[in-house]
């Protein structure tokens, strides 16, 4: 039965964007705690660990994130684990986000002059010290930006979640513009909610980033 | 009317006022120096000149042209003044043929023949006929600096300004530029040029100007200005610069 | 594991994967040639253009930007026919693309036009160019060198993001994926194998973009 388009379903469409929000921030702390071993790995000083990060990294960002969620939402049932829906594509996004965070990060910390290295170690400070004072506060720094910016392009990477039948913003929209027959103004109503919520990053990130251009 | 004319210019910088009220008049032929501190206004002089940068006030005339109107067509007139900067300002992604060749090309629409042909001149001018199918970064300081020239040089200008062009150069290298220089003041192009090269000053130039504070403080023939100064502030400029 | 992994039935179905792999190459190569040309005109916009230009441009990258495709496409696919306007699927398809790889091309172009030096354009005036003449043949090509990379590898994802018109069911890879899925129920190993051919197509790309640049930016 064909209803009107009316204020309940913009409030079902907000409401929706909670399950957005739940699922980027569970994509990136997955992807962060997989991303950071990728950093580290991708600087060790051994060979063997370098090549696992920089294989990751490659085959990660060689395959599409939809082709990712399906291997994850239909690998697992095969490997007889039976998981909701939604921790599969959570558990998918984390792959792929670490597949791009750990490259950020890597790059940050290759970006810190070996002269800091040196300048720390010549006041008597260990390797992880070195590390933890001197090479990660810069390092932090410098990866704000790029990841701050990753992060909205997670936010818009969750509607593909929509397509494994994972209720969040763009499937909701998907089945109102089905109840309603309105899919411009339902489509343009679950844009604009995106919008509401990647606009303020991106900014947020271009303002990190001339903030580091000005303190070099 | 001469070949340039500045007339009352006033030039600002946001509050920072760099000329005013230059007056100055400069004849086909002349070889002008203009001296003096930084800041003293001598760069943005030249570059009022073939309207790099634009004058608040006053007017600026240069081969009957008005420069400070806003709807001139500067095209043109920048096709007869030659313009070379103290960095070169050579085009890093094309040859030394091409970064010659593209004005008469683009410009005047001279086809490629008759264009290589110009350039040939042109480089045998400043005497790097050799290095045609060079790339900028393939020369030294020098050399590409006479190649700014011989790209100016390719579309024949009725004048020539040089801002500060031997600045950026080794000591070394500063020569073989002022030589191809004098050839073309004997050659009898009108040039303007701002140099802290006293001595070539001295030798080639006809006039001499001294800038200070925004203003033509001081000018006169090459010889007596740098031998009877006039003001106590050319006296403690030169004093400064000559040691 | 009480499952044996079947290939051999994604491989029976390798013409149809072959179909499919065809019509993401053509999408990818429309794609490149028109999201190419309108990120260098938003940019160019941007650059010189005035300030109703520069607010246009500047609007259009924003909207693109914080927006996710999957959404572009369906406002298109489904919201456009509401306007009168009838579209067949691969043009859609091609024009959602295109419109977004634009605006993160005119990013990049924009980046890559503002590192070339002042001092250049002041040279090519003050040989008596015009600003067109001036971008045509001293900003343009050093601009599109110095951000190579970035704009190769914005391309190499869009063959990636490509995936996603499978949702309107255009037949490419994706989709051809999904079809032998529901005819041999063989999920996994089926993505599985689109994945690795994504892969192969993404090194392919790579592989091509490194010999363009060669042969556009080369030094005798």
Known sequence: MIRDLGWIDVFYLALAMRWTIVLTLLGLAGGSAIGLLIAAFGTSRHVPARLLAQGYVGVVQGIPLLAWLFIFYFGFPIFGVTVPGWIAAAIGLSVYAAGFLGEIWRGALVSIPKTQWEAAASIGLSYTKQLRHVIIPQAVRIATPPTVGFVVQLIKNTSLAAVIGFVELTREGQMTAAATLQPLAVFMLVALGYFCLCYPLTQYSRFLERKLRVAR | MSLVELRSVVKRFGDHTVLRNVDLNVEKGEIIAIIGRSGSGKSTLLRCINGLEAVNSGEVWVDGVAVHDPRADLRALRAQVGFVFQSFNLFPHLTVERNITLGPRIVRGIDGKAAEAIARDALKRVGLEEKLHAYSDQLSGGQQQRVAIARCLAMSPKLMLFDEITSALDPELVGEVLRVLEAMAREGMTMLLVTHEMNFARRVASRVLFMHEGTIFEQGPAREFFEAPKTEELRSFLGAVLH | ?220
């Open chain 3, 1 to 220: 594991m009480a499952y044996s992994f079947q290939f051999r039935d994604v491989f029976a179905a390798r013409d149809a994967l072959q179909d499919g792999l065809v019509l993401t190459l053509q999408l990818t190569a429309t794609t490149i040639t028109f999201g190419f040309a309108i990120g260098l005109g938003a940019a160019a916009a941007y650059m010189y253009g005035g300030p109703l230009l520069r607010r246009a441009a500047q609007t259009y990258v924003e909207v693109i930007r914080n927006t996710p495709l999957l959404v572009q496409l369906f406002v298109m696919f489904f919201g456009l026919p509401s306007l009168g306007v009838k579209l067949d699927v691969i043009p859609v398809a091609t024009t959602a693309l295109a419109i977004n790889l634009g605006a993160y091309a005119a990013e990049i172009i924009r980046a890559g036009l503002e590192s070339v030096p002042k001092s250049q354009v002041e040279a090519g005036l003050s040989l008596g160019m015009t600003r067109g003449e001036v971008f045509r043949h001293i900003v343009l090509m050093p601009a599109l060198r110095n951000v190579y990379p970035s704009l190769t590898s914005q391309f190499v994802l869009l063959m990636l993001a490509t995936s996603v018109v499978s949702q309107i069911a255009a037949p490419e890879l994706f989709y051809a994926g999904s079809i032998i899925q529901s005819r041999t129920y063989r999920d996994f190993e089926v993505y599985v194998v689109i994945a690795v051919m994504y892969l192969a197509v993404s090194l392919f790309l790579r592989a091509i973009f490194a010999i363009c640049y060669h042969l556009l930016f080369r030094r005798p």
